[in-house]
């Protein structure tokens, strides 16, 4: 299946000849592709008004700014979603990256194939209108409408990326229901069989922070040890 017309990749990598790879294997799939080869010089073409990036690829080891720093530059400007890349799977890195605002990771070497089922996923979770048939929510001191993306704390709005807003509104469309980390993956993250159960506990971190009181006492978002995660009503 080609990709969706009108879509722009910016990849961010150092390495010449992985970047042209990458940038090869995103082509075919009918992807319009901006390259970086540095953090700085990607800053520059994400802050171009004349274009518009729908998936950014942020490789960790960068010369001069690092794909942290990178991801949270960008993360403070844009929801768009992000994927790190990553040459080591150890948790330090993953974390690291998903703390930053990054939605997903992948680890090198990877295969195009799984790089452009990833990419599609986040394609559909952001490019999909919110299931309108959830009606506004309220959870204590929260209001949640679904149709609308929008989520209010006392009254004032909160700023949620895509992914955690989704997660949320998944968590709050059954309260009191527990979401195991497979079940949201799935449905947040549009797929279960590659995914990464550390993906979900981050993004549940994350959007602690933003609606409780007390992120390291959470009243609404609860951990329900070795099952999931439930919304309390």
């Known amino acids: 299946m080609r990709g969706l ?5 910016l990849t961010i990598e150092d390495d010449e000849r992985i970047r042209r790879l990458v940038t090869l294997a995103l082509k075919e799939e009918g992807w319009d592709v901006d390259e970086a ?4 010089q990607a800053l520059e073409l994400f802050a171009d008004q004349g274009k518009t ?13 690092d794909g942290f720093a990178v991801c949270r530059s960008i ?3 844009s929801d768009v979603p992000i994927i790190m890349v990553t040459a080591r799977a150890d948790t330090h890195d993953v974390v690291a990256g998903l703390e930053a605002g990054a939605d997903d990771y992948l680890t090198k070497p990877f295969a195009g194939k799984e790089l452009s089922a990833r990419i599609r996923a986040m394609l559909r979770r952001a490019r999909s209108p919110e299931a309108s048939s959830l009606d506004r929510i309220s959870v204590g001191e929260l209001e949640i409408s679904p149709d609308e993306g929008i989520v209010l704390k006392e009254g004032e709005e909160l700023h949620l990326t895509k992914t ?6 998944e968590l709050s469309s059954q ?3 527990i979401f195991s980390r497979e079940v949201l993956l799935e449905r947040v993250w549009g797929y279960d069989y590659f995914g990464d159960g550390r993906l979900v506990d981050v993004h ?14 959470p009243r609404y978002v609860v951990t329900c040890r070795g099952l999931g995660y439930k919304l309390v009503p």
């Open 75 to 77: 993360r403070k400007a």
């Open 37 to 40: 080869a540095t953090g700085e």
């Open 5 to 9: 017309a009108l879509t722009t990749i």
């Open 164 to 169: 955690e807003f989704k997660l949320l509104v």
């Open 204 to 217: 549940i971190r994350r959007l602690r922070t933003k609606v409780e009181q007390d992120s390291a006492n």
């Open 175 to 177: 309260p009191g229901k």
């Open 53 to 65: 990036h729908d998936v950014v690829l942020i490789d960790i080891m960068l010369p001069g700014i």
